[in-house]
């Protein structure tokens, strides 16, 4: 059974760093680009960044950009999201995806609806 689990999620200061992991089972990661999102209370899910299967390609957002960064490494079969400098905005429930692109693909998905497993989310707080 395809599965993916975030984990590193807590409450942290304004200005700390965190970084997430999305461990992946049940399926072979090297063929799927993964995606991290969030969902704020109140606000829809927000796509922050992906990566393609062989980590070749990267795409973030621009609310993020500079401060996040997304990283793989399919023999752990684990994907990571390194946050810095985190803002009280940035407190929401953290999500990763996978989406089908083939081995060693650099294709990025275009879209939620691409995504094929959900993990059930971490939750980042950012709080003084």
């Known amino acids: 059974q395809a599965q993916l689990v975030e984990s590193g999620g807590g409450l942290i200061q304004p200005g700390g760093s965190l970084r997430l992991s999305c461990a992946a089972s049940?399926?072979?990661?090297?063929?799927?680009?993964i995606g991290w999102f969030r969902q704020a209370p109140g606000k829809e899910r927000e796509g922050l960044s992906c990566v393609s299967s062989s980590g070749g390609r990267t795409s973030t957002s621009d609310s993020v950009k500079g401060r996040f960064t997304i990283s793989r490494d399919n023999a752990k079969k684990t994907v990571f999201l390194q946050m810095n400098n985190l803002k009280t905005e940035d407190t929401a429930i953290y999500y990763c995806a996978a989406a089908l692109t083939g081995i060693n693909s650099l294709n990025l998905p275009a879209s939620e609806g691409e995504y094929d497993y959900w993990g059930q989310g971490t939750q980042v707080t950012v709080s003084s």
């Open positions: 049940g399926f072979t990661l090297d063929f799927y680009a």
